[in-house]
């Protein structure tokens, strides 16, 4: 979805992404907005569905760091492939911020949360049992 919304030609839809919110350029609130989830979805992967310890043990750092890499890869290849398109160091920052602050928050509530959604799912596996 993201690689979707980073390649598609918005000029098409009447959705003008060149106004500005509190001085900043809507652009950058989309840009953000479409790499949110992506910290959430990358940790919960490397944590729980990889069956390697590795990925696991530093879930954290591959969430960052492949979060990173891939920002600066949609804007390299809209730059490289997308007449209708160009990369903007702007727009790179804004999906960067949106990657370091979903990993902030993954790394600090995310062991939390789903221990305890783990837990609800013990407690009513027991209750049906």
């Known amino acids: ?13 009447g959705i003008d992404l060149g106004k500005y919110f509190l001085g900043i350029r809507m652009d950058r ?5 479409m790499f949110f989830p992506y910290p959430f979805i990358t940790w919960l992967t ?4 990889v069956k390697n310890h590795f990925f696991a043990r530093h ?3 591959l969430t960052l760091l492949s ?3 891939f920002a600066g890869l949609t804007e390299v290849c809209q730059d490289m492939f997308f007449k209708s398109r160009q990369g903007d160091v702007y727009d790179f920052l804004a999906d960067s ?3 370091i ?4 928050i993954v790394s600090i509530a995310g062991p ?3 221990q305890y959604i783990d837990s609800l799912i013990s407690a009513t596996k027991s209750k049906h049992q």
Do not use: N, P, Q
């Open 97 to 99: 911020l949106s990657i």
């Open 67 to 69: 979060g990173l890499l």
């Open 112 to 114: 939390h949360a789903v």
């Open 1 to 13: 979805m993201v690689l979707f919304l980073c390649f598609y030609k918005f000029s098409s839809t």
């Open 59 to 61: 879930a954290i750092v």
């Open 101 to 104: 602050t979903g990993t902030v």
């Open 46 to 49: 490397c944590r729980y569905a």
């Open 29 to 33: 609130y989309a840009h953000f907005a």
